[in-house]
């Protein structure tokens, strides 16, 4: 097989993947709660599906094969920048019947494409680029359709998934790892279907510091709000307060207390909280007001890409945490197989040269950092990919989440929301700063 065949096949196989899960989303549930809009925060379901097809549409049938639109009159309907998702429910949008029509006619002739299209001679077509994109595009709103699923009201619709595999030696792993001190390559020039804002590779001066092995978990954030943490101005930043009491937070989203106990709404089914599960669905706020009542800090953007992929023996960044390979289902916990994280400490094969686990899938994790373009950031294949949302308005979090694809999540990839956001799938580990070489030294 020719290397142009072997990326035929991965660009066939993404684009299945996602639109098997697309499939599944959306039909399980019926037209009025497709059609219906579950949150002002999230687009109606049958908006994302023709979304989905019409991106698809435009940057492969149009950008790289040349066609002309099929069906010129929807574009806007379906242009994310044109209408925010409160207002997307009112659009006159393709009902379900034409919107899965439409996408399926696209993928079609996107399939024909795929077979002749000559790969190189331009950025679009290098390395199989917009594919990657699309195959992207559409798994990040898989998980953004899974986010609506989660907030939709009455019984579960999603059929209940196996457990997640148990960590066999959480109680003897250290509560944090040591990363040491100097500098690491951030970000990418190499990956062909990175985005825009993972590049380019650069190098970044990383003091030592402490990370927590594992993501924060149910149990400890209890023990947080135990404590009064939700009360106590002096672990909330000015804005963290100021909005804690404005949205009345109280407890993760999807929390209710009963009786004395926590239980959790997740897609449908109230259950008692799992003590060892990575807590999800809490703003930043809600991490950074934990991460001062821990005596610590979240970690800087920098810090996490670092313990995630840093090789201090080879001195050279990895495209994981485990090394070079793409994630398997011994490594981490991704592409909606459990539609909930992991215990702490599970996936011992996926953890980093650090120590650290989980660092991939399980929950995003907001670091501490404002996003913001690397040095040498050049936008690309479209300004509001990327380059509008840079900022200090917006936090990043990494690793992805048990709702995102693999296709979709590295070491070097980047999401954004507001500080406010508690319906992705977020969770959040906290760090340190370690002392100085030397500083520890009596003088
Ligand atoms: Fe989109």
Redesign the pocket.
């Known amino acids: 097989m020719t290397d142009d065949d072997a990326l035929r096949e991965r660009i066939a196989a993404e684009l299945f993947a996602a639109r098997g899960r697309t499939t599944l989303l959306t039909s399980a549930v019926d037209e009025p709660d497709l059609v219906k809009q579950h949150s002002p925060l999230m687009s109606p379901l049958v908006w994302?599906l023709a979304?989905?097809a019409n991106?698809e549409e435009l940057w492969l049938l149009r950008e790289v094969g040349g066609r002309t639109p099929m069906h010129p009159e929807i574009d806007p309907l379906y242009d994310?920048f044109e209408h925010p998702r409160a207002k997307r429910p009112a659009l006159p949008l393709l009902p379900p019947g034409e919107a899965r029509s439409y996408s399926r006619e696209v993928r079609g002739r996107v399939l024909d494409l795929l077979e002749r299209v000559t790969f190189g001679g331009t950025r679009l077509t290098d390395g199989g680029f917009a594919f990657g994109m699309i195959a992207q595009?559409e798994a990040?709103?898989d998980e953004?359709m899974l986010a609506t699923h989660q907030l939709r009201a009455g019984g579960p619709a999603l059929s209940a998934p196996p457990p997640p595999p148990a960590p066999a030696d959480a109680a003897t792993l250290p509560p944090e790892v040591l990363v040491p001190g100097g500098p690491f390559t951030m970000g990418t020039s190499a990956e062909p279907w990175a985005l825009d804002n993972e590049r380019p590779a650069h190098d970044v001066h990383v003091p030592a510091f402490y990370l927590d092995t594992t993501p924060v978990t149910n149990a400890a954030y209890a023990e947080f709000i135990a404590d009064g943490g939700y009360d106590d101005p002096r672990w909330w930043s000015a804005a963290g307060w100021a909005h804690r009491r404005r949205a009345g937070l109280e407890a993760p989203l999807f929390w209710r207390r009963d009786s004395d106990a926590w239980v959790r709404v997740s897609f449908g089914v109230p259950q008692p909280i799992i003590p060892n599960e990575p807590v999800v669905h809490v703003c930043w706020y809600e991490a950074d007001a934990y991460a001062r009542w821990a005596g610590r800090r979240l970690p800087t953007e920098a810090e996490w890409e670092k313990a995630a992929r840093h090789d201090p023996v080879s001195g050279r960044s990895r495209r994981y945490p485990w090394g070079d390979a793409d994630p398997t289902p011994e490594l981490a916990n991704l592409g909606q197989r459990h539609l909930r994280p992991a215990p702490a400490g599970a996936y011992p094969a996926g953890a980093a040269p650090s120590g650290a686990r989980q660092l991939i899938g399980d929950v995003w994790e907001w670091t501490s950092s404002d996003f913001l373009p690397y040095p040498g950031f050049v936008a690309w294949p479209y300004r509001e990919y990327s380059e509008v949302f840079f900022g200090p308005e917006y936090k990043v979090l990494r690793g992805g989440a048990f709702g995102v694809s693999p296709v979709a999540c590295r070491g070097t990839f980047r999401n954004w929301d507001y500080p406010i956001r508690r319906q992705i799938f977020a969770g959040f580990r906290t760090a340190r700063s370690a002392p100085e070489a030397g500083e520890s030294r009596a003088r």
């Open positions: 994302d979304h989905v991106q994310a595009h990040q709103h953004t």
